[in-house]
């Protein structure tokens, strides 16, 4: 049975930081997909930044490029989400997220997997 696990959410004032961790168990970590979605409230959901198989590329979504970094560590079988210089408008739910399905895309991201959610609450 997949488990995802995250943490490290909280609450920030804007240009701070905050680092993701999402801890995987029943599943190998670089064998897929794996991404950051996010939800704020009255808002649908979003992909927020993804990594291929076996870590070889990342994307990101335009509101957050330059400013967040996914990353993966094997040995650790963990996902990682660095955020830096936090905007209000980054407050949601954050979920990690693993084995992309068909149709997947940043607009409406459709994965196997999904964690139970990190709050990130940013204030200005």
């Known amino acids: 049975q997949v488990h995802l696990v995250e943490s490290g959410g909280g609450s920030v004032q804007a240009g701070g930081s905050l680092r993701l961790s999402c801890a995987a168990s029943?599943?190998?970590?670089?064998?897929?997909?794996m991404a950051w979605t996010r939800q704020a409230p009255g808002k649908a959901r979003e992909g927020v930044a993804a990594i291929s198989t076996g870590g070889i590329s990342t994307n990101y979504a335009d509101s957050v490029r330059g400013r967040f970094t996914i990353s993966q560590d094997k040995a650790k079988n963990t996902l990682y989400l660095q955020m830096n210089s936090l905007k209000p408008e980054d407050t949601a739910m954050y979920y990690c997220v693993a084995s992309r399905l068909p149709g997947s895309s940043w607009a409406s991201p459709q994965y196997q997997y999904w964690g139970q959610g990190t709050q990130v609450t940013v204030s200005s």
């Open positions: 029943g599943y190998t970590v670089g064998t897929d997909t």
